[in-house]
């Protein structure tokens, strides 16, 4: 086979397994969003036997063979073609380690997962989602051996989620944050609460759903592009740069959760929608790492959604559809509400100080279970062991505590670190950025175009071209240092509560 | 190949397709309800591909062999390993007149033209939607010149609606119609209309959704198994008997249409989900003809839905949602507003009595289409001149007029016959029903599950395991004669306006 012939079956690889993702991948949008509940086994069956198909096409010798002749002349290749024939190399070996029977029933199991998560959630039913949860995580600690027999199992899952990652990064970033923001943590705790009464009202859901559009014209993400589902636990799914959903979530009394699920995965979307024209239909056109994709998420959440500007831009759209439930609320009465610091239960409506204490939890559980070191049926006593120890709250049901998030459920065990990492990324992006654009000036304009153009440059548009440790240096203009993120906390609560 | 082996084959295949088509069917759904608009070419690809592959299996040789050992010894069958070997055998037979590339071409056509259909209407621009209708019809005539070489092209595709249909039936079905109808609608012309003055007003969306909640729990449809999306053309999609999905439109000014498209919808819906469990899996496990389909729909929506008791369930459920706009409305006044007839521009919205001919004008419509007697670009000035002649009425855009369905959009050419057929089917198997179930209490009570389960037992069990006309004779207790509907017709009506 010669280089020429590998590249043209390359490519027809790419369209069949895009083709087997796309339906794969909606079959789980859809039911995750509007399918019956019923539906699950039937769904499960599908997704099964097609993720069969693209593990039998993944691991076939032709698809060895063509990416041997491709990196044996891999010095000749273009970036773009090196790089396609990598991701297929790093795919390819961690699905060979799978034989295909246990592979297809792992898929069937997430599958079902996912419809017992969401059930076990609402009934706060922890021992309903147990016996998969227990399946997940054996699954992910056998391939963990096979994949890297010798390191520390949970260090081989960090790196599937960033190249590189493992404990010796993550225990000292922790370590730090634990050391650095505890003690603020502690002193907002003892100053006044800022008056939220305000939110403390029905929002009704229909015109939530009147401010979602708003919020996604001042993101700059078209519709046409992009659509909006709903969700117990939001996410971003993106099919092509023509076909990326999100999600969000809508309760009558908590307005701000759906504006900032909104804004968080528009984060996510912005990213996939960015990505080059020249990557489309190849392997590279998705997002980077994880961490690089809650970069961008967690950037346009806390660092543009719960800034001043932006609640200045925000509060005529919030008057306009509830004129009453904001009568009298103004600009920094939003930006102090948008941004109460409080120890509490659940991460995904955690304020930026205290979130990172519930990602580190969630770290903390992840290494135990991945070690070995507590049985399934002990994780939400340590959850809530933890959560009063490190938060000083009490977790009242199963609901609020270890059954919050959806993640395990579809299989993600090492990808909460990412949360914590992207944050701190966006910061020292942020800085950077600040010495090209307006950034305040575009955030408080309601147009986030220039921003996003800034980021769609140095970031989105490589879709998975340049490496994460690339991806960081071109945002942040330099190598990573989490100082910046901490010192950004420390200086936006200080003032915020006048430390 | 033993039968045995054989039969093993058999089911290892419909295995294979129903995942290939639940695939094919989530991507087309999720296309027509929540992705955005831009997604199309994407989706088109996907959607060929994998129907690509399905041609490929289905007329694949072995699939030939198998059907051959089986058939050969149809006579030791069940009838329902025949059913299957035959069902297999007339899929097989239509698409191994289709060269791969062709059914591939022409399914991302359709995915397409869906796409190009949706924005054409709401544009009322015929023109953008002309060449693919133009390549459909094409499409169409080609595939039945090939099936059935030297019969009447439009026959050959009616036959695949429903087996043995011809315009032998429908010619005399439809004269009839026009005939005896024909002097009624005139009549009912000349004599007042009722005051509908009550449904012109606003009914605010997000309460016609709650309303949509309570017609599908009269229609004692779970929504555990049954899901409610919202588009342009209301239709039923179902996966499985756990996997069903309607569709319904809102428009605030029209609180009727919504409710009449989900009892409609509903009623396919039922059918889906009454399928035997011994059938679940099989090729069989799908509703039959498209005009046992209709009949069922139909019933529902105007049989049940229009009737005096069924009006009289509905005002508390609208009362207490719109307790300003139905001020002052009994049962009976609702009655006539929803039974309200005369010549319209809209046959999903049409009243039973004009509803065969807008049908009929359909079925004249593709006669010459098919036979290639009129050009594409002279189809919506042939409609508006049918509207008038036949209805009387001036069709004022495309959007109302010709662009109006979208069924030649997804291929469906001869379809439309099969409206006017179930709507006549329902009213004799009503008439037999009416025997053994108490139907007019049970539609008063706002429980619909007695005629669900008679309608069950004759007719949804069955799925695809009886032909077409063994159902109507089931749920009729007798053969077929269009004689009741007309009688139906003329006694509702002629009561209705004291004729």
Same mark, same amino acid.
């Given at each position: ?15 069949? %397994? ?11 949008? !859809? ?7 019923? $539906? ?5 069956? #599908? ?5 069969? @198909? ?46 295909? +029977? ?16 969401? !059930?076990?959630? %609402? ?9 998969? %949860? ?60 800022? +008056?939220? *009464? ?28 992009? $659509? ?7 996410? #971003?799914?993106?099919?092509n740069k023509h076909d990326v959903r999100i999600t969000t979530h809508y309760h009558e009394g908590a307005v701000l959760s ?6 968080? =995965? ?34 346009? =959440?806390? %660092? ?36 109460? $610091?409080?120890?509490?239960? @659940? ?23 991945? $070690? ?40 993600a065990i090492g990808y909460f670190p990412s949360y914590a990492l992207g944050s701190a990324y966006g910061v020292q992006m942020? =800085?950077?950025?600040?010495? !090209? ?13 220039? @921003? ?30 989490? *100082? ?16």
């Amino acid at each position: 086979m010669t280089t020429t012939e590998a590249l043209n079956r390359l490519t027809e690889l790419e369209r069949t %397994l895009r083709a087997y993702n796309h339906a794969i991948g909606c079959l789980n949008y !859809d039911g995750e969003t509007v399918a019956p509940r019923n $539906a699950a086994p039937a769904r499960g069956e #599908t997704m099964a036997f097609l993720s069969g @198909i693209v593990h039998e096409k993944v691991t076939a010798p032709e698809t060895g063979e063509l990416i041997e002749v491709l990196l044996a002349d891999r010095d000749a290749l273009s970036l773009k073609d090196r790089r396609r024939a990598e991701l297929l190399k790093e795919g390819r070996d961690d699905m060979t380690l799978i034989p295909a +029977d246990e592979y297809m029933a792992y898929q069937q199991l997430l599958a079902e997962a996912g419809q017992v998560w969401h !059930d076990a959630k %609402l009934a706060s039913d922890y021992a309903a989602y147990a016996p998969y %949860l227990d399946k997940i995580i054996a699954y992910n600690r056998r391939f963990a051996a096979r994949k890297g027999p010798g390191k520390p199992a949970y260090d081989v899952l960090l790196d599937g989620y960033e190249k590189g990652l493992s404990h010796e990064t993550l225990d000292p970033f922790f370590a730090l944050l634990r050391a650095e923001l505890t003690p603020v943590i502690l002193e907002v705790a003892k100053r006044p609460r800022p +008056d939220v *009464a305000f939110l403390d009202q029905p929002y009704p859901v229909h015109l939530q759903r009147k401010f979602t559009d708003r919020v996604m014209a001042i993101m700059g993400i078209s519709r046409d592009d992009c $659509a909006v589902g709903e969700t117990e636990h939001p996410f #971003t799914e993106g099919f092509n740069k023509h076909d990326v959903r999100i999600t969000t979530h809508y309760h009558e009394g908590a307005v701000l959760s759906n504006l900032y699920s909104v804004v968080h =995965e528009g984060g996510h979307a912005l990213y996939e929608l960015g990505i080059g024209d020249d990557l489309q239909g190849t392997f590279l056109a998705g997002g980077s790492s994880m961490s690089i994709h809650e970069s961008q998420s967690r950037f346009y =959440e806390n %660092l543009i959604g719960r800034s001043r500007p932006f609640c200045e831009a925000l509060l005529p759209e919030l008057k306009a559809l509830f004129p009453q439930q904001m009568a009298g609320v103004d600009a920094e009465k939003l930006y102090r509400a948008a941004n109460l $610091a409080e120890p509490s239960l @659940i991460r995904t409506e955690a304020d930026e100080l205290t979130y990172s204490i519930h990602v580190m939890i969630r770290y903390e559980l992840e290494k135990a279970m991945i $070690a070995g070191d507590i049985k399934t049926g002990d994780i939400p006593g340590e959850w809530n062991r933890m959560y009063r120890e490190y938060l000083g709250v009490d977790v009242p049901d199963n609901r609020r505590g270890v059954l919050q998030d959806s993640h395990w459920s579809f299989g993600a065990i090492g990808y909460f670190p990412s949360y914590a990492l992207g944050s701190a990324y966006g910061v020292q992006m942020l =800085e950077n950025m600040e010495k !090209d654009v307006d950034v305040w000036g575009a955030a408080r304009g309601g147009d986030l175009r220039p @921003i996003t153009a800034w980021l769609g440059e140095r970031i989105h548009r490589y879709g998975q071209l340049l490496t994460p440790k690339e991806l960081v240096e071109n945002g942040c203009g330099g190598p990573f240092d989490p *100082a910046h993120y901490v010192n950004y906390l420390k200086k936006k609560y200080g003032e915020l509560y006048s430390l």
